[in-house]
Every structure is written in structure tokens, then in C-alpha cells.
């Protein structure tokens, strides 16, 4: 038995730094935090002092009991955590519960998992520090009473099964804030002019702009008559170097904003992939508020950059941290070893390991070197001149390398114009100008990105918090995130060419969106609950000002428990009075009066989501209000009267087709033809109420088209069709995906074959065993044999008679009834008699004249 005991978080953290100890070192993962509070209000106690009862779950028994033995056998046991607050309550953690001694622990932190930072770690051990212990502590014990106590008055006054969250609560708020100034922002026009000149030269062209701009059309008209034979020149003409400097290594939040530019990652899945690149000794800890570069990283560097690129391309930098409170981590985001060029071990990791090298390589660089050409253009019919702008790069510099990516939407601006040789007084030609209607463009809805970016300037959450706090707020269903198509809008384009002026009203598109976060309904209906109710969980200052107090519990400034009482007191009333006072929120607005019943229209969040109303709610059973779903383009907060009287014509009845009734209406996943028995989903963005018998014919024949076979396996028919997770073939009830790799419009019956059979393999490997009349399998997963009892996913636990997990022979001999106590013991209600409910109401389908 190893003398030495040292426990990581993760297995391959434990596999990595295995390799760099010698035999008297055993290196065990926890697999994380190895306990939690136990749930419901009996995890704190708030009357006395907010002390915490923690337990071990389930999944990690095992685990609590191999490090326990382990323990107790070795000489000296070393806590080997990640070096933030989180990892060192994982330490503390790992203390109490495996009932450590201080004698015999020791605790060592290390920014990258390379041997000499190992053995550097192991050289400098140091004690559990308390005050981190104490800040995790209390972040964790605020959002647990946070969530605790607002849920259930979500639940009471706006909609069961709701929840909220400190930062996620924020973090919504700032996105619906941000819907409504998209929402009433009123566009204005104005004429922008260009202009082409020719030097005389060739094909030398001077691409010039005027730096005003005309509000009407026709003073953008006259300007443009002014010029139809005027004499253009250089009245002025500026040469200026100009440098540009490299942005510092990544932080954590620069690196999730610049991986969502770059690569297209969401936050989350950046950070899980720089959690595997860490652990497998690639880059630096990855969770990080710190620009500062190590002297050996700054040397590394510089080795590289004179080896790669030469002496001119290097200049050492410094970088200094501006963020408030930057403690958790010592230095930036870098690769471990600067002569790595590459790493990972797939596609994603290298697309992020390179992202990762580049902006740190970069960041030890020369500067970029351009020389910025201004030219004044003067017009002899106008007082007004032109400007021409340009900019030669002398020296690449750091761009050689890399360029950061903004989060500004591109304007049509021609960036880095390259201007011709000009000399002051030079005469110009005009080849064109043009004055074309430009609107103003309201703030731009967030992306994952630029959300992470408002945070940290307001101060709110941390590094090791920005991804879950996005992930929540979408699971929870207060955001999505999607593209939404623009709409058509018309422009005026004057172009003055050979002498004349033509005019055109032309049509672009406008307000399209990739990947931004949209506020839904409930989200909506939620954030307003909680500004009206609950104003420091959701003020910004306020939530900026919790993370400064934990900081300072971190660096020992605060008591924890005393921050925790001056926090918990004021919240704890708020509870009590909105509880007792609050009205019910469902984001009801009235819209107007139905012209048709003299009633009222409302549009609001129901218990199955947003719809309009007509009518009040009273006690006369005959003047019931009636109701209709909004679509999913459509919200309580923009939805029109006449957009909501529109819902109420869903569902119509159109002629039959083939014998079969045809009819239109919207369900639960959008709008549909319903022809017979089938319901034929209409094309996104398409308006029902415009679909007619031609249309929905067409409709049906698509469908019908697209479900024909394309070939025939073993006697049965192969259809095709494209969902949710993207092309797939259909063969006797099975539906098959269809890799990339595959030509999906040009299958062959060979590829189909190939599909079919690979499917049928794995569908074999599948069952262990199968209860097809009770709709009980025992299957296999990725993470092991599991339980399916209808759509539930339930876990095996341990053979009651030996305590260990099933072997696989046990597994294909259990019994039915053994296997049904395992679903009891985790779904008591499994096999109790479900209650009839009660028929729904006949819908009366209009017929559609």
C-alpha cells in the first residue's frame, strides 16, 4: 500500500498527475463534492447561526467508503482540490467526512497539472484555508434560502413548479429589460452618402463618405443634383502611423465571450471542454478572473515567438487585473507548454486549445503597425466635403497571429479601405454617389457572450458561475436561445451616375437573429413578479455588493454568519408580506373590446402557457370566457388585438380531400393541417389563417411525398424525413439517424443496409432484459445498466442480498417482481391505480368560408 493518499476531483485529473509521482503515491478521484445539505429545510439552520447538516448521497457512498479504507492505511494523506473556493470546500469536505487528522493532512494547490508544478505543490503544502471554506459556504447557504423561500411563493402567485435564483434572477432581468427597449424602439431614417472616384490612374478607385447625414429625402436629393456636375479635389490630406496593441490572455469570462464569437460555443460547453484540457495537463486552471502571465510562462513565450517568428515579432508584456475582488486564481488562461501548437483529442478540444494558445502567444507580441491615410474631399457647388479614409499595414505585428472578435454588429462600413497614392489639390473623378435611407438600429439583444460580458462589468457572479447561470435560466424556460428570421422593410436608394440621378425603392431585410437570448412569456411574467416584490434579488448594485461581501469573507474581512443575518432578516419579511399580500401575476394586458361581443381581450400566461381571452371571468356558467394558445412567434407583451382576435378563427374546417376532412389549427408543437387522422405540421413562420384548400393540399402532398419509400429492406418499407436531431431514415418502427458522413439526399440501398444493420446491433446490445406488457426494460447506458419503466430513466441500486452492484449474470436472470421493487423504492406510486379524468369539452371546428 502507497504511503501517500492523494485525492483530485476527477478521474482524469487523478490519471494525469499519476503518471508524475512515483510508486509511493496513490492518486483517487472524489468525483467532486462527496456531500451536500441534505434537502429541504432541514439542511440549515437558521436560529442557530445557519449551521448546515450535510449528507452523503447515495451515488457517492461508495466512493466515501474506498477513501475511508484508503485513508486510514496511508502515512499522510494530501487534499489536491482545484485552488478555488469550490475545491476548497471539496477539501474541507473530504476532511470532515473521511474524519482526517491535521497531523497527517495536507493541503496543495497547483495552477497547471505538469510535473514540476506537482512536485512544486507537493513541496509546498499548506492547511485547509477556512476563510475560502466560509465564502463557499455562505454562497451556498444564501441560494439555498433564496431558492427555498421565493419558489414557493412563485408556486402561490404566479404558477406551480417555478423556481428562482439570486444570479439567474439578475441574469433574466437584464435580458427582458433588454427585449423591451428592442420592442419600443422607434427606427428613424436618414440618407447616408458614398462616393467612387477614380484618380485617372487605371483602376485606382477613392471610396469617400460624407460624416452627415440628411433626415429627408429631399434635401439627400438636392445634395446629389449639386453634384451632378461639380469638380471634386483634395483639399486636405493627413498621413498618421497608428498602432495597435494585443488583447491580454484569456479570463475566464474573455474566453467564454471569445470561444461564443469564434467557434460558435456556448458558454457551457466551452467550459466543459477546458475543464478536459486542464486535466489532461494541457492549459492552466481554467476558472480564473486573473491577466497576470507566470515569469516562466512570459519566458516560454518569448523562447516561441523568437524560434516561430523572429526577434522583431516579440515584446514582453505585463498585465494587470481591473476586475474587482480577482483572487480565485493566480494567473491567466495559457497553454502549458508554448511549443504545443496543437492539442486535444477531438476536433473541439483543438478548435479551443488553439483559440487558447494564440490569444496568450499573441499577447507577448509587437505591436501592429499601420500608417492611416485621411483625405478631405472638396466639392465646388457645396460647402460640405467628403472624407476618404484609409490605412496601410507596415508591420503584422501580434496579427500575425491573432485578432480579437466584438460582439458589435457589423455596419457597412468598408473597414481597412486601402486608399490610393493622393497628393493635396489632385483632382477626382466621379465614377458614382449614392444617398441611401438608413435606419437607426435598436440595442442588440444579448448572446451567451455579451450576457457574460454585462455581468462581469456589473459585478455579478464569478467565473465559476457565468455558466451554470445561463445554462439555469434556459432549463428553467425564462430564456431561449434561437434564430429568428427578420422582416421585410422597404429603402430609398438615389444614385447619381453619368450625369444622372436615378431613384429606386428597394427591399431588405431586417431584425434577423442568430442565437440570441429572448425572454419567454413566463420569464417575463416571473422577473416582473420579482422587480414588483423582491427589488434587491433582482438590483444589480445590490447583487454586485453580495459578491463583494463574499469576496471579503474569502480575503477574512467579513464573519460570514453576520453577512448571512444581515441579508437573510429583510429577505425573510419580503417573503412573509408578499405571501400575504401579493396579488396573482400572470402578465394580463388588455388588449381592447372584441368588436363582435362588446367583451373585453386579454392576453396573459395561463397554466399551459401564453394565450388570449375574451370575455371576464364570472359566475354565469353560460357567459364563460373562451380562450385560444398564441403561436409560438407571438407574445403577451407584443401580441395586437387584431393579432389575438385571429387565433380565435383556429381551428377551421376546409373542404375534404381524398375523402378525408382537411382542417387548420394550432396544437401544442405549432400549427398543423389535420387531414383525416394525421396531423401535418405547417412550415415554420408560415400564418395559418392564410393557408386555404390549394395550400393545404399542397401541404399534404409534401408529406406525403416525403414519407413515400425510398427503398425496401428485408420486405418492409424505408422512408426518409429530417427532425429534431436532423436527418434520419425509418425501417420497421425503428427511426435511424444519419451521419454526416453519408450522402442523406443519394442513400444507396447499401447505405441504407449498412444503417439498418449497425441499428439493429446496437438495439440487440440494448435490452438485458425486456417487459414489453408492463413497459419495464433493464437496459444498458452510457454510464451503465439502468432501469427503463415507461419514459422514466431509474437507477439499479445494489443487490439487497449482497449490497454490491448486479453483476451483468444477475442482471439477465433478475426477476420482474425483484426489478419492480427497485421502481417502488424511487417511484412509490408507481403501480397505484391512476385516476380517470374527467372528458375533455368537444372543440367546434368552424368551417372556413
Known amino acids: 500500500m502507497a504511503k501517500n493518499l492523494l485525492i483530485v476531483e476527477s478521474p482524469a485529473k487523478a490519471k494525469t498527475i499519476e503518471g508524475y509521482l512515483g510508486k509511493d503515491f496513490l492518486v483517487k478521484s472524489s468525483y467532486g463534492h462527496i456531500r451536500d445539505l441534505v434537502k429541504?429545510?432541514?439542511?440549515?439552520?437558521?436560529?442557530?447561526?445557519?449551521?448546515?447538516?450535510y449528507e452523503v448521497p447515495a451515488d457517492k457512498k461508495q466512493v466515501v467508503t474506498e477513501l475511508k479504507k484508503l485513508a486510514k492505511e496511508a502515512e499522510m494523506v494530501w487534499l489536491a482540490s482545484d485552488e478555488d473556493r469550490e475545491g476548497e470546500a471539496i477539501s474541507w469536505h473530504l476532511f470532515e467526512t473521511l474524519g482526517l487528522k491535521e497531523a497527517n493532512t495536507?493541503?496543495?494547490?497547483?495552477?497547471?497539472?505538469?510535473?514540476?508544478?506537482?512536485?512544486?505543490?507537493?513541496?509546498?503544502?499548506?492547511?485547509?484555508?477556512?476563510?475560502?471554506?466560509?465564502?463557499?459556504?455562505?454562497?451556498?447557504?444564501?441560494?439555498?434560502?433564496?431558492?427555498?423561500?421565493?419558489?414557493?411563493?412563485?408556486?402561490?402567485?404566479?404558477?406551480?413548479?417555478?423556481?428562482?435564483?439570486?444570479?439567474?434572477?439578475?441574469?433574466?432581468?437584464?435580458?427582458?429589460?433588454?427585449?423591451?427597449?428592442?420592442?419600443?424602439?422607434?427606427?428613424?431614417?436618414?440618407?447616408?452618402?458614398?462616393?467612387?472616384?477614380?484618380?485617372?490612374?487605371?483602376?485606382?478607385?477613392?471610396?469617400?463618405?460624407?460624416p452627415q447625414r440628411f433626415e429627408k429625402a429631399a434635401d439627400a436629393e438636392k445634395?446629389?443634383?449639386?453634384?451632378?456636375?461639380?469638380?471634386?479635389?483634395?483639399?486636405?490630406?493627413?498621413?498618421?502611423?497608428?498602432k495597435r496593441n494585443p488583447a491580454a490572455p484569456f479570463t475566464t469570462s474573455t474566453l467564454q465571450q471569445e470561444a461564443s464569437r469564434k467557434l460558435g460555443y456556448s458558454v457551457a460547453r466551452t467550459m466543459q471542454i477546458a475543464q478536459k484540457l486542464y486535466e489532461s495537463g494541457k492549459i492552466t486552471y481554467m476558472r480564473t478572473d486573473s491577466v497576470n502571465l507566470s515569469e516562466t510562462a512570459i519566458a516560454a513565450a518569448a523562447a516561441e515567438i523568437k524560434s516561430a517568428y523572429g526577434q522583431q515579432y516579440h515584446q514582453p508584456r505585463v498585465?494587470?487585473?481591473?476586475?474587482?475582488?480577482?483572487?480565485?486564481?493566480?494567473?491567466?488562461?495559457?497553454?502549458?507548454y508554448f511549443n504545443q501548437h496543437t492539442a486535444g483529442s477531438d476536433n473541439a478540444e483543438k478548435r479551443l486549445y488553439e483559440l487558447i494558445w494564440k490569444r496568450a502567444i499573441a499577447s507577448q507580441m509587437s505591436e501592429a503597425i499601420f500608417e492611416k491615410t485621411t483625405a478631405n474631399i472638396h466639392i465646388n457647388t457645396?460647402?460640405?466635403?467628403?472624407?476618404?479614409?484609409?490605412?496601410?499595414?507596415?508591420?503584422?505585428?501580434?496579427?500575425?497571429?491573432?485578432?480579437?472578435?466584438?460582439?458589435?454588429?457589423?455596419?457597412?462600413?468598408?473597414?481597412?479601405?486601402?486608399?490610393?497614392?493622393?497628393?493635396?489639390?489632385?483632382?477626382?473623378?466621379?465614377?458614382?454617389?449614392?444617398?441611401?435611407?438608413?435606419?437607426?438600429?435598436?440595442?442588440?439583444?444579448?448572446?451567451?457572450?455579451?450576457?457574460?460580458?454585462?455581468?462581469?462589468?456589473?459585478?455579478?457572479?464569478?467565473?465559476?458561475?457565468?455558466?451554470?447561470?445561463?445554462?439555469?435560466?434556459?432549463?428553467?424556460?425564462?430564456?431561449?436561445?434561437?434564430?429568428?428570421?427578420?422582416?421585410?422593410?422597404?429603402?430609398?436608394?438615389?444614385?447619381?451616375?453619368?450625369?444622372?440621378?436615378?431613384?429606386?425603392?428597394?427591399?431588405?431585410?431586417?431584425?434577423?437573429?442568430?442565437?440570441?437570448?429572448?425572454?419567454?412569456?413566463?420569464?417575463?411574467?416571473v422577473n416582473d413578479f420579482l422587480v414588483e416584490h423582491f427589488k434587491g434579488i433582482v438590483?444589480?448594485?445590490?447583487?454586485?455588493?453580495?459578491?463583494?461581501?463574499?469576496?471579503?469573507?474569502?480575503?477574512?474581512?467579513?464573519?460570514?454568519?453576520?453577512?448571512?443575518?444581515?441579508?437573510?432578516?429583510?429577505?425573510?419579511?419580503?417573503?412573509?408580506?408578499?405571501?400575504?399580500?401579493?396579488?396573482?401575476?400572470?402578465?394580463?394586458?388588455?388588449?381592447?373590446?372584441?368588436?363582435?361581443?362588446?367583451?373585453?381581450?386579454?392576453?396573459?400566461?395561463?397554466?399551459?402557457?401564453?394565450?388570449?381571452?375574451?370575455?371576464d371571468l364570472t359566475d354565469d356558467e353560460n357567459d364563460k370566457p373562451r380562450y385560444a394558445s398564441l403561436l409560438k412567434s407571438q407574445s403577451v407583451g407584443t401580441v395586437t388585438l387584431e393579432e389575438a382576435l385571429d387565433q380565435f378563427k383556429l381551428p377551421f374546417q376546409l373542404d375534404d380531400y381524398q375523402d378525408k376532412e382537411v382542417s387548420v389549427g394550432v396544437g401544442r408543437f405549432g400549427p398543423y393541417v389535420k387531414w383525416g387522422d394525421a396531423f401535418i405540421s405547417i412550415p415554420k413562420n408560415e400564418d395559418p389563417l392564410t393557408v386555404d384548400m390549394d395550400r393545404a393540399i399542397e401541404i399534404i402532398q409534401e408529406k406525403m411525398s416525403a414519407d413515400a419509400p425510398v427503398a425496401q429492406y428485408q420486405n418492409r418499407p424505408v422512408t426518409k424525413g429530417t427532425g429534431r436531431f436532423g436527418?434520419?431514415?425509418?425501417w420497421n418502427d425503428l427511426f435511424i439517424n444519419v451521419p454526416r458522413a453519408y450522402n442523406f439526399e443519394n442513400l444507396s440501398q447499401r447505405d441504407i443496409e449498412e444503417l439498418i444493420t449497425k441499428k439493429i446491433e446496437k438495439e440487440n446490445n440494448r435490452f438485458i432484459q425486456q417487459w414489453t406488457d408492463e413497459k419495464i426494460a433493464i437496459e444498458n447506458g452510457r454510464w451503465g445498466p439502468f432501469i427503463r419503466f415507461g419514459k422514466e430513466m431509474l437507477k439499479l441500486g445494489n443487490n439487497s442480498a449482497t449490497k454490491q452492484k448486479y453483476t451483468a449474470e444477475e442482471l439477465a436472470s433478475i426477476s420482474l417482481e425483484d426489478v419492480k421493487k427497485l421502481i417502488v423504492a424511487q417511484v412509490p406510486d408507481a403501480f397505484e391505480p391512476k385516476k380517470k379524468k374527467a372528458p375533455a369539452k368537444k372543440k367546434t371546428v368552424a368551417k372556413k368560408k
Open 40 to 53: 429541504g429545510d432541514m439542511g440549515i439552520d437558521i436560529s442557530n447561526d445557519f449551521s448546515q447538516t
Open 106 to 210: 495536507k493541503r496543495i494547490v497547483f495552477h497547471e497539472i505538469t510535473k514540476p508544478a506537482i512536485l512544486k505543490a507537493i513541496e509546498t503544502p499548506r492547511t485547509i484555508d477556512y476563510n475560502l471554506v466560509h465564502a463557499q459556504q455562505a454562497r451556498r447557504v444564501l441560494d439555498r434560502l433564496v431558492g427555498f423561500e421565493l419558489s414557493p411563493v412563485l408556486w402561490k402567485k404566479v404558477k406551480p413548479s417555478l423556481s428562482a435564483g439570486r444570479v439567474q434572477s439578475v441574469a433574466v432581468r437584464l435580458i427582458v429589460d433588454r427585449e423591451r427597449e428592442v420592442n419600443q424602439f422607434n427606427a428613424t431614417a436618414a440618407f447616408k452618402i458614398t462616393a467612387q472616384f477614380s484618380t485617372g490612374k487605371g483602376r485606382e478607385i477613392v471610396k469617400a463618405e460624407l
Open 223 to 242: 445634395f446629389l443634383q449639386d453634384c451632378v456636375n461639380a469638380n471634386f479635389s483634395v483639399s486636405n490630406l493627413e498621413v498618421r502611423p497608428a
Open 319 to 336: 498585465y494587470k487585473t481591473k476586475t474587482a475582488g480577482a483572487q480565485e486564481a493566480h494567473e491567466a488562461i495559457r497553454p502549458t
Open 382 to 525: 457645396r460647402k460640405e466635403e467628403l472624407i476618404a479614409e484609409g490605412e496601410v499595414l507596415k508591420f503584422d505585428g501580434f496579427l500575425k497571429v491573432y485578432l480579437e472578435s466584438t460582439d458589435e454588429e457589423e455596419d457597412d462600413n468598408d473597414d481597412n479601405n486601402l486608399l490610393p497614392p493622393l497628393t493635396k489639390g489632385q483632382t477626382l473623378l466621379l465614377k458614382e454617389m449614392a444617398a441611401v435611407e438608413r435606419f437607426s438600429r435598436p440595442p442588440a439583444r444579448y448572446t451567451e457572450a455579451s450576457l457574460v460580458k454585462k455581468l462581469e462589468e456589473l459585478g455579478i457572479g464569478r467565473p465559476s458561475t457565468y455558466a451554470p447561470t445561463i445554462s439555469t435560466i434556459q432549463n428553467r424556460g425564462y430564456v431561449v436561445k434561437e434564430d429568428r428570421d427578420g422582416k421585410k422593410r422597404n429603402f430609398v436608394s438615389m444614385v447619381l451616375a453619368d450625369g444622372n440621378i436615378s431613384k429606386q425603392t428597394k427591399t431588405e431585410v431586417t431584425g434577423a437573429e442568430k442565437a440570441k437570448l429572448f425572454p419567454t412569456d413566463i420569464g417575463e411574467v
Open 539 to 615: 438590483d444589480f448594485n445590490f447583487t454586485a455588493k453580495v459578491e463583494k461581501q463574499f469576496d471579503e469573507i474569502a480575503q477574512g474581512l467579513q464573519e460570514w454568519t453576520k453577512m448571512l443575518h444581515s441579508f437573510y432578516k429583510p429577505f425573510h419579511t419580503e417573503v412573509e408580506t408578499t405571501l400575504e399580500t401579493a396579488d396573482r401575476a400572470n402578465g394580463e394586458r388588455l388588449l381592447g373590446v372584441d368588436p363582435v361581443s362588446g367583451k373585453n381581450v386579454y392576453a396573459k400566461v395561463g397554466r399551459y402557457g401564453p394565450l388570449v381571452q375574451i370575455g
Open 727 to 730: 436527418p434520419f431514415i425509418k
